[in-house]
């Protein structure tokens, strides 16, 4: 004696979009690395290697190139632009701070 199962047919159709829609494509994404000397100061610049059409995002990381590796201050951006970035430190450091830029 056999067993009856129901099956859902709905579960195995595959559903096509009517209207096939062409890929778009995005601005490809710009990065640059680089890095900040300080020498007994607070602040310092870095002007961009690569042309954005707009800010770029700033990501940046302290490290003391003297002592051996950590600096414990805080960075904050003070200006930044389509051409440059500042920085600033919450104290005097000697080291060097290293970035990373990523904009369209």
Known sequence: MGVFQKKNVNRFRRVYPGIRKSPRYEDPVKVEAGYIDIVND???SFNYTLDYNEIPSITATPV????GGEV?????I??????AVEIKTSDNITGRIYLQVVGF
């Not at 414990?72 to 904050?76: D, G, M, Q």
């Not at 003070?78 to 051409?83: C, D």
Request: hydrophobic share 30%; proline share 0%; glycine share 12%.
């Open 78 to 83: 003070s200006t930044v632009t389509k051409l």
């Open 72 to 76: 414990n201050v805080n960075l904050y």
């Open 64 to 67: 003391d190139t003297v002592g």
């Open 42 to 44: 607070n602040s310092g």
